[in-house]
């Protein structure tokens, strides 16, 4: 009978028989990467082991790790058997990523304190004697009952203070940001405080229902942008706003009927009606936030991209065509630049990077792809057209991360066999940005690339395309077509990591540092949350920081976004954030074009 | 050879023979009453002249003027004939009231000093190395050119800031409203900066347009209250908007295109687009004022009539749906209750009447009439429901203030005949308020109608009409119809002249006071500036005031909207002046029953 304790889950289970612990973890219930299914073959089964009686570390082992790792203890789990008491860590980099519900994020506690409230107010009957208006009997309960000097600057909320009143039998509440009146309810609700968070992004809205009472997330739901139907890309969703005359505002209209149709079903599943809602939020980049705001986005599109405001903006809900309360309002928080928008600044914000010690690289991987690094005090932030790749966008084969697509991928460096894991494990339909970037980390490992990009014929698994070029068959679809990485499609892969890691690379050389300081990475949004940051590590899109110091926070701008709706103080930690992030701009930078060149090299 | 020097008009004149002092008048081109032609009949022409060599008092003058009025000099134009050196003072009462554009009134000069401005900006172009954005651009250079703290919380006035600043080639002009940026325009438009004030009526809107620099009214125009399609009076136009689902929408609506309307006709006329209009000040009774705001009505049409809110309000004119710059701001100064709207609180601005020496009265006569009492350090107002009658409606032959309405009558005490003058001395086609007014004045006078307002038979003037009862043939149309004031006109006048007594009565009596304590009466509105006073005094509805001491200052209601609009210092005094007024509700006030019926007799 031995114990093993698995952290950081802090699972715990007794076994009677030597197991390997990669047993021992299915056994107890704890998911840890396999690809090759035990043979030891793809390391990725990498943990940490503390306790006596312990093997001694094996061949495989000594391959896979360096000296000073092993010296911390690190084993291949499928490699080491225990039969005494140990503690095992599984670091971040050995745990499947199942998480499918793309909108949720890594949480840090925050205390609440929204910018709205509500009230219960009793107020005095009006009579022939005492004819002051609905208004000074509200103003003057909410004096004397609260102490509050109440304002009614929105008339719409106002509007609502008449009939309130008198369906309430004079029992009212009255919601409040700041002192400003902002609806007015029948009776007591003044337990029904909700907002709204956003996170605007070019393909998927994600939105947060949140209890602004306990600043509990009540629900959340991650939809398509509608404005994908104008124009897949933001230039050519700008160019649409300029071209059609009423493009602007369509392109604005589609966004808020979405809003408002996510908003309405998350308010139904949690029995409320979206009038309860108080507050919004919305983070996206420069050009989401532009086209939302009803602000024009030429500018954008054209050198120097500066952005007509990155200051945070307040505009009532009601003047979008967003429902809400009466007087709802949508706090937009400051951008940097017009390429690195408020999500990244939420990312920044909700990943508490700003406080970490030492220096810390945060990545948010899309289209365009946004770094920051915090160096000492410093925080500077570059963004990089890495293109629609990872996305799974441009590429043969390339599909969203949806049921069917290849999302895991593992090259027997050996067999050159490629096994192919699908999301829910459906029949391929193709590869998502995560599969495609393990098929070209596992090519480089195979040696089946050479370090320009160049596919080699030398492997079993390389056939040559309909184009003539050479591709890498990575499965067959339930029709037999094979499903495949082509030469076209690695030169895509490869443009896309070169432009992340120049980023990270020119970051690195204004702070007067080498990647080796690199203390911590995060690496936050869809694509970065499901990624191998082994296989990112390997094709040089990240450069070669230990793994284990790698964290993938998921949908951090989101994060961000519910931060700055129930506190206050978030939202004034966000904006001096944003206040101290330095852009730099990456086409003026001396040496950007010797490091985009050497950047694209694996 | 004499001179003869006509006050207050200043007008002087030489002549070589004995005069009437109504002679010379004419000869003069000074407008003076003379009703009966000059046959010292009906004794309009009172003047008050200063000079030697003055004929003796005659007989008619002795039974015209008290021996107070003749220490002072009055006399009667047409019987005094002059040849020798004087003054004469014709008093407003002596002067006909020809002003036909009932926007006009009295205006105290005002120094302009209002909430909106420009200031023409230099901004620095951007530039890959200076990527700082448009909106920090303008925020900077407002700082150091003119110390302004800019903020940009209008976001529809931000989105005009990136082109502007692009076509104006970074020379910009940015339209303030305080600190907030409320437009953007390219090149320098600082010498643009007009605003619109508006007495919204329940039957016509006065619109001016107002340059701000200067103060001056550019133009101004009166267009029918179109809401009139869904409602002749408030009540029912109250009742479409609780009925009607989109009713008080409607009723908005169609008051914002007129409005619409009338500014870009005055702007034309100016030269200027309605995006020119900076700030809009509009004044109502309280139901206009709630309608036009969105705000519900329902309880203004019922006991206790309590207003939703009576205190100063401000919503952006596009919230409105009303054309002006971007981030315009519509201030709608307070009401005090019910019944006793903006437009009163205007009026009593206006004419200064809480800065005048002694008791002053000041009236707004209309559909409702509201009066207010200055009396030692306190201003007290009541509301009368004194009906549409002075406005011509439900009146057997009552036709609005247009030509052919007849609108002055003097009946010959002794012959009985009737002298009727119309607008624009067209053929009569009904009589208007002022004209009604003359009417029963002149019936009193003529003994044709008993204390309790029965018409008596004793005059070729009155024969039977249709109903069987008595009426007075006033005129007689193109077509050869007798127009008539009948017993019923006769009733509907005294219950109108009633209401305005009794509540000119409760004041007084609340003040503790007498109606020989009144200093001065104001009279404004179109009604007040048209009626004679003299009739309104001889029916009863005006105390017997010095008639000398009346003063019709004409749409004063428009003229206070002009003053809050260029006048932030005009505009505090407004909200003080309405902290100050106290409202008196008739409905409650211990005697008032009794007040009522006494004020009903002639």
Redesign the interface.
Known sequence: MYKVRFEPLGRQATFDRPLTILQAAQNAGVEMLALCGGQGTCARCRVKVRGDGMPPVCERERGVFNADELAEGYRLACRTTICSDVVVVVPEVSRPRRQRLQVAGQEHPVTCCPPVRKVCLQLPE???????????RLVEAGREDHGIKLA??D??A??Q???AA?RGNWLITAALRGRDLIGVEPGDRSGNVHGVAVDLGSTKIAVYLVDLLTGVTSGSSGVPNPQIAYGEDIVSRITYALDSELGAQRLQGVVVDALNGAVAMLCDSAGIVPEDVLEFTVVGNTAMHHLF????T??LSR?????????P???TA??LGLRGASGAIVYCPP?V??FVGSDHVAMVLASRMAGLPGTVLGIDIGTNTEISLKHNARLQAVSCASGPAFEGAALCWGVKAAPGAIERVWIDPDSHAVHAVTIDGQEPVGICGSGILDCVAGMLQAGMLDRNGHVLGNSPAIRLGADGLRELVVARSANGAAITVSQRDVERIQLAKGAIRSGIDVLLDAAGIAWQDIDATILAGAFGTFIDPLSAIRIGMLPPVDPDCIVQVGNAAGVGAKEVLISMERRHAYEELAETIE?L?L??YPRYSRVFARSLRF
């Open positions: 009006p009579t022939l004697e005492d004819t002051r208006d609905d208004l000074r009614a600057r008339v719409t106002l509007a203070l008449g009939p008198r705001l009803g602000l024009p030429a500018q050198a120097p991209f500066v952005p007509v405001a990155a200051s903006l307040e505009v009601r003047s951008c630049a017009g852009y701009e086409t003026v």
